[in-house]
């Protein structure tokens, strides 16, 4: 064996041991709390794509889309295929489009009405509130209401949070806070949004 490969193989080693004594340091076993914000575009794809781990490991998934409805996505096309996904779209489209601040707070209100289903029922497994941030950020829902309405749910029930601007008390209270930063956008260029990739 080169010395290359005795080094590389001893600290892979030794990367091996810190991890195994992790691994075995973690042993709770409970529902995470995930939030996904940030400028940059894969938030809510994240959050998508957990659905379909959820559904590889035969868990129920619940979905509230806020802001969200003015057109139909391929994740909501897709994932209404399945029985064990309860697929709720309540928004009207982005706020600049509606500019019905009254109507908006309506919708938010009637969104968080089921979303608040989904947390008091121990056979969802998973909750996912896409663009929950916005409305959070735009002061259309309570917040302390909402916080405890997530510190209340079943305890073996995960949900992640999307949307840019993730409030100070949102990130506190995750278990889990990822930031998706912009570095370049098609759109800036002056591309639409296309199909299988923005909607």
Do not use: C
């Not at 868990?59 to 802001?67: K, L, P, T, W």
């Not at 949102?170 to 930063?181: G, Y």
């Amino acid at each position: 064996m080169s010395t290359d490969n005795t080094r590389h193989q001893k600290k892979m080693q030794h990367r091996k041991e810190v991890m195994d004594a992790k691994i075995a340091a973690a042993q709770d076993e409970r529902g995470v709390l995930l939030v996904h914000t940030g400028n940059g575009k894969g938030k809510s794809s994240s959050a998508f794509g957990m659905v379909a781990r959820a559904l590889g490991h035969g868990m129920r998934v619940g979905v509230v889309q806020f802001i969200k409805g003015a057109q139909s996505t391929g994740e909501e096309t897709f994932f209404r295929r399945f029985p064990e996904v309860d697929y709720h779209v309540m928004g009207e489209g982005f706020t600049w489009e509606t500019q019905d601040k009254s109507r908006d707070i309506e919708k938010a209100e009637a969104a968080w009405e089921q979303a608040k289903k989904f947390l008091r029922d121990e056979n969802i497994n998973l909750v996912v509130l896409d663009e929950l941030n916005i409305v959070l950020g735009l002061k259309y829902l309570d917040l302390h209401t909402v916080l405890a309405d997530l510190k209340q749910r079943p305890a073996m029930q995960h949900v992640v949070v999307t949307g840019r601007g993730a409030l100070p008390e949102l990130i506190d209270i995750a278990d889990t806070v990822s930031e998706i930063n912009e570095v370049k956008h098609a759109f800036k260029a002056g591309v639409r949004a296309q199909k299988g990739v923005e909607m």
